[in-house]
């Protein structure tokens, strides 16, 4: 028994927080970053070897070193490749993402973003007690409407009634706001990748631009064609994602009522998001400059459909362009000689 007492008492290793490994390597070797590969997404680390730099998967790294998967270093390598889909690089002793520690975000939205969450489920409020308030879900003018001493009155009163139908008493409403206080953080994360979705948006806007300008310059032509179809298909189904939230989260009593599965919710899509946005930073960074009249816009067009491609081709499209490439390919083949 007292053998069994000691076996059950064990305690469970501790969970590491920050990026900390024992071998050897990864501390004689310099310049070590934690990456996922630009062309394969694999996660593993980038090494400075004289003036060239290396990339190793985390899976060679592991069977190159004999690293054991349930190891401390094995076990923190997993989750340094579980923390790769929410930030762009990890360095040894940096802190591991949050998401895989607490479920909370690695990152913060902004005061402004903060502000339009705790408008917008103020406004969803309302319905409780009015149905001829404004339906807007413009960021602008929701922040607008924060002003209006008559919404303010509105919302305050949706508060009580809202307790009511949580079953609480109407004075109880403190707890209420307290509720939402926590809903509207969680949905300020959403509120700040919408705002990213606006600015992919405009970059559809501004190639639908380009190919009015350069109608007739052939090759232009057809790049922003091509980049413009996929830029339509990338927009369309990111909003159908902000659509899919806003139906979910339309009627905040049901979400109040059970806050721990509704954050829960929220931050799966959260993170979706997040990682799927993440990888348009380069592609929106290089779009910000007024490029439509430069020098450069075919190689930002090619750069841009290269990006896009893989993520939003359709399996027709990629039919036709490996039936070209081999019409092309036929072309160039060398022709028997007759004597």
């Known amino acids: 028994m007292s053998d069994l007492a000691e076996t059950s008492s064990t305690p469970e290793p501790e969970q590491r927080t920050h ?61 340094i490749a579980d923390g790769l889909k929410y930030v762009k690089g990890l360095l040894i002793g940096d802190e591991l993402p949050k998401e895989i520690l607490t479920g909370e975000a690695s990152w913060e939205p902004t005061a402004m973003h903060v502000a339009i969450a705790h408008q917008r489920v103020g406004m969803r409020l309302i319905t409780l007690v009015s149905t001829d308030e404004p339906t807007t879900t413009d960021p602008k003018e929701l922040l607008a409407l924060a002003d209006d001493p008559a919404i303010k009155k509105k919302i305050n009163e949706a508060f009580e009634v809202a307790a009511v139908e949580l079953g609480m008493q109407r004075e109880q409403k403190q707890e209420v ?88 919710y929220i931050r799966r899509v959260r993170d979706d998001l997040h990682v799927r946005f993440m990888a348009w930073d380069d592609v929106l960074k290089e779009w910000q400059p007024m490029v439509e009249y430069s ?38 083949k060398v022709q028997p000689m007759a004597w």
């Open 177 to 264: 706001i307290a509720f939402v206080d926590t809903l509207a953080g969680e949905m300020a994360y959403i509120e700040f990748l919408r705002e990213k979705f606006m600015q992919m948006d405009a970059v559809r806007e501004r190639v639908q631009k380009v190919r009015t300008l350069h109608s007739r310059t052939p090759s232009i032509r057809e790049s922003s064609d091509q980049v413009a179809r996929l830029m339509e298909r990338a927009v369309k189904e990111y909003q159908a994602m902000f659509d899919a939230i806003d139906e979910r989260t339309s009627s905040v009593v049901p979400l109040l009522r059970d806050i721990d599965e509704s954050i829960e």
């Open 19 to 79: 990026v900390e490994l024992d071998h050897w390597f990864f501390h004689k070797v310099e310049g070590i970053r934690f990456q996922l590969h630009q062309t394969t997404s694999q996660p593993g680390v980038t090494i400075n070897m004289a003036k060239n730099e290396a990339f190793l998967t985390l899976a060679s790294l592991k069977k190159e070193f004999a690293i054991e998967p349930v190891s401390p270093d094995g076990l923190m390598l997993n989750q």
């Open 295 to 332: 020098f450069k816009i075919n190689d930002l067009l090619r750069t841009t459909h290269q990006f896009l491609a893989p993520r939003f081709m359709s399996f027709t499209d990629w039919t036709a362009i490996a039936r070209e490439e081999q019409k092309r390919r036929a072309k160039l």
